[in-house]
């Protein structure tokens, strides 16, 4: 009788063993979420998107740290993490599809500034012609003449610079030329309102 005690307690230990063996840590699931991470990174979602890729990046090491916790436990099941792994890959495809909407938004700000600045410059060149000549005033004009020129090559490198470095970048720069731009138009408009009161 002792001896089939025994040999029970045995089996049921050895049962216990496998079955606690036989939840193996999801390293698939943990490869395939990095993966998936890196693609967005090399998106750049890292840039575009911060907050998603941030809050992607956060869902990763709550799966991550709750299958280091269970790794030292006799009984463990690694299903909850399993699951949230594949939902960090399904959330990366989606922080990818965040990203490329944003570079679209900031490319079709880039334009609609560059086709602005245009606009602005043309104005500009016509408002120059309106312009008073009178005592110092074709030195103020030839000096303004200078700044458009300097706004027109500003806005062709941006437009060269599109894609070759960060949107954002490129759209800060478009937006300075903007600035520049809409300084002198406003400038010149005040001379002329000042020349034609009097």
């Given amino acids: 009788m002792k001896n089939k005690f025994l040999l029970s307690l045995s089996a049921l230990a050895i049962a216990l063993f496998v079955f606690s063996g036989c939840a193996k840590v999801p390293q698939a699931e943990i490869d395939n979420a990095n993966v998936a ?3 967005a990174k090399t998106a750049q979602a890292d840039v575009y998107v911060p907050e998603a890729f941030a809050a992607l990046q956060d869902s990763m090491n709550v799966a991550v740290t709750s299958i280091e916790a269970k790794k030292s436990k006799l009984f463990k099941s690694y299903k909850n993490e399993k699951a949230q792994l594949i939902n960090v890959v399904a959330l990366s495809e989606d922080v990818k599809a965040k990203t490329e909407a944003r570079i679209n938004e900031l490319k079709a700000e880039i334009q609609q500034t ?4 245009t606009t ?3 104005e500009n060149k016509t408002l120059m012609t309106q312009a008073p000549r009178g005592k110092g005033g ?3 004009l030839m000096a303004i003449k200078a700044e458009i020129a300097t706004i027109e090559t500003s806005a062709a490198e941006v437009q060269a610079a599109v894609g070759t470095e960060s949107f954002i970048a490129t759209l800060d720069k478009a937006k300075a ?5 809409t300084n002198i138009n406003n400038e010149l408009k005040a001379v002329i309102e000042k020349y034609t009161k009097k």
């Fill in 120 to 122: 602005i410059v043309e």
């Fill in 37 to 39: 991470i890196e693609a």
């Fill in 177 to 181: 030329v903007k600035e520049q731009a």
């Fill in 138 to 140: 074709s030195t103020v």
């Fill in 114 to 117: 560059l086709t602005d600045i």
